[in-house]
């Protein structure tokens, strides 16, 4: 179990990586082209804060778990990690996206899987 729960944190801290990479130094244009559609429905403001944070839990998802310091900052980010996909479906829900809804749902529920598994471990 600690080896998939470590494979969802990998993975999650990879796709947020990017994401709050990409948000965080490329326009609105430039993110809706690479897929990012729902960013075209908040301010950039809350783009600029998701990406903060998004990348903020890429920290939180792994080094708490793996020095043992904090331990529970990294369920929490994956909670984070949730948070931020409910907002990502919402905005693909009204911009009627199914693959983009898929895509958020999953990850979604690996960011939840990886919340429940170790907030069991503590």
């Keep these: 179990m ?3 729960l470590w494979i969802g944190q ?10 709050g ?11 809706v082209e690479l897929g990012q559609t729902g960013v075209g429905l908040y301010s950039r403001a809350v783009v600029k804060v998701t990406a903060a944070c998004e990348l903020l839990g890429v920290v939180g998802i792994i080094v708490p778990w793996w020095t043992g310091i904090a331990p529970v900052l990294t369920p929490l ?5 949730a948070v931020v996909m409910v907002g990502a479906i919402i905005a ?3 911009l009627r996206e199914p693959k983009n809804i898929a895509i958020t749902t999953t990850i979604l529920i690996i960011a939840i899987l990886v919340a429940v598994g170790r907030f ?3």
């Design 21 to 31: 990479s990409a948000k965080s130094t490329l326009s609105r244009e430039r993110l």
């Design 10 to 19: 990998i993975a999650l801290a990879v796709v947020f990586a990017v994401s």
């Design 77 to 81: 980010a994956a909670v984070g990690f």
């Design 92 to 94: 693909h829900l009204r």
């Design 120 to 122: 069991a471990g503590l």
């Design 2 to 4: 600690n080896v998939l």
